[in-house]
């Protein structure tokens, strides 16, 4: 190798080991930093982890220190809890009637999913006011009927929300006279087909608190076919048993019994000829029929409604297009109303019954009140005929006194209604089918805005 040659290598082998060099000593560095770093993560992680030691024993601690609190509270609460629920376990036992009612109010009770449930709200206060004004009235007259004239009664009571409220006046009444041992009772019964009703009158009418007590009054709910829905029973097998029922107490008292009907109507409409009556419309299988065998076989008839139900001047035609309610076949909720009729087709004679059939209503007293304008044409149109606002007992004794059969209207004042005008009309006005500004002007007697 000359001398040339050498230089060329060693200026070629120099850089190569002083580049070797570096990155030898590159590589211990990053080595001994490396070997540092993983030291001081070591020593964080300990640190770290000793930490959340300390901090998961304190929370430890104050976790056992809040279920000591809680138990302690939990056992403060049980003891004072212990004799408030002996109390109200007492006070169920005795009278239910709370419970029941904020069951039926929260739709929570055995008949939540029904029309019966829907409705219980409508015009709730109302058909409360109703109920506290008539039934103790009607049972009055019943009484006379029985202790005066010697006669049993049988009372027949439709189903449907607004008769809902006599069931509970008729177990009260019935559980005070049996505490009494007021004769009347021995001639007195009750029969119907609303389902609820009955209910009402397991829960309330027994003798005493004992739950193997009977029944404080006579009581006769009719066969047939439970309709869910409507929380009733309907159908041949029940309007037969109304018939056969009067038949049998005709019989057993050698025709001293009088029949004395409470009906309902979806609607009310005021026939105009002669004599002047409530006519009930219905629908829903099995109502009509229902109400007309109500009708037929009882000796005196009351339509209870509240006002907002009632209209004057029209015919049946003239309501089904008011409310809207057109036949048609795919839609079994928009079926129109019908009539029940009032000649009474069972018996030989054909006799129109409107002269037995009394509307129990109520009115408006203050002009400021929406329902005014109809509760004055109501009033005109019951004018022609017997009609008391029943305000005083001389008027009073005049209803209970009456021949059977010449019973007047009645009519009650109420004003248990909101002061706010919206809130009035949500009252007045609870189907969203009447809350039409036409509906209103044309059969509600209020102007337009």
């Known amino acids: 190798m000359d001398g040339g040659s050498l230089f060329v290598g060693l200026t070629i082998l120099i850089p190569t080991v002083l580049a070797l060099i570096i990155f030898n000593r590159d590589l211990k560095l990053k080595h001994e930093e490396g070997v540092a770093h993983a030291k001081d993560m070591k020593e964080i992680q300990e640190k770290e982890l000793g930490l959340r030691v300390q901090q998961f024993n304190v929370e430890q601690e104050e976790r056992k220190e809040r279920l000591a609190r809680m138990k302690e509270e939990q056992n403060h609460v049980r003891d004072l809890a212990r004799p408030l629920s002996k109390e109200i376990a007492k006070e169920l036992e005795n ?18 999913h029904t029309i019966f449930s829907e409705r219980i709200e409508h015009f709730s206060e109302e058909k409360k006011l109703i109920a506290e004004k008539f039934a103790p009235l009607l049972l009055r007259r019943c009484r006379q009927l029985i202790n005066v004239q010697h006669k049993d009664v049988c009372l027949l009571i439709d189903s449907g929300t607004t008769l809902y409220p006599f069931f509970d006046i008729l177990a009260s009444e019935s559980v005070e006279a049996k505490k009494h041992d007021e004769e009347w009772l021995n001639h007195f019964k009750v029969a119907t087909n609303n389902l609820p009703g009955i209910q009402k ?19 006769h709910l009719f066969p047939g076919e439970p309709l869910p829905v409507y929380s009733a029973v309907t159908g ?9 029922l009067r038949q049998e107490e ?13 009906v309902v109507g979806n609607w009310v409409r005021l026939r105009h000829t002669e004599p002047v009556c409530p006519v009930p419309l219905a629908r829903g299988a099995g109502h009509k029929d ?6 037929y076989n009882s000796d005196e008839i009351f339509v209870v409604t509240p006002l907002g139900k009632v209209f004057c001047n029209v015919d049946k035609e003239t309501l089904n297009r008011a409310l809207d309610f057109i036949p048609n076949p795919n839609f079994t909720d928009r079926h129109d109303y019908d009539e029940v009729d009032t000649i009474d087709k069972l018996h030989h004679e054909h006799r129109d019954k409107g002269d037995c059939i009394k509307i129990v209503t109520t009115s408006r007293p203050k002009p400021s009140m929406i329902l005014f304008a109809l509760s004055a044409h109501v009033q ?3 004018s022609h005929s017997s009609a008391i606002t029943l305000a005083d007992e001389i008027a009073n004794q005049q209803f209970v006194d009456a021949p059977v059969g010449e019973a007047s209207h009645v009519v009650f004042p ?5 002061d706010d005008r919206y809130k009035e009309k949500d009252e007045e006005f609870p189907h969203k089918y009447t809350q039409r500004e036409d509906f209103m002007e044309n059969y ?6």
């Open 95 to 112: 009278e239910p009637k709370w419970a029941i009612a904020a069951l039926e109010k929260s739709r929570m009770g055995p008949y939540s």
């Open 201 to 219: 009158l397991m829960e309330a009418a027994r003798e005493n608190s004992n739950r193997y007590s009977p029944l404080a009054l006579r009581c």
């Open 290 to 295: 229902f109400k007309e065998a109500l009708i």
């Open 380 to 382: 005109q149109a019951l």
């Open 250 to 262: 005709q019989e057993r008292t050698q025709g001293h019994s009088v029949f004395i009907s409470l």
């Open 414 to 418: 109420f004003d248990r209604l909101p």
């Open 444 to 449: 509600r007697y209020i102007p337009r805005h």
């Open 236 to 244: 041949k097998l029940t309007n037969k048993a109304v018939e056969q």
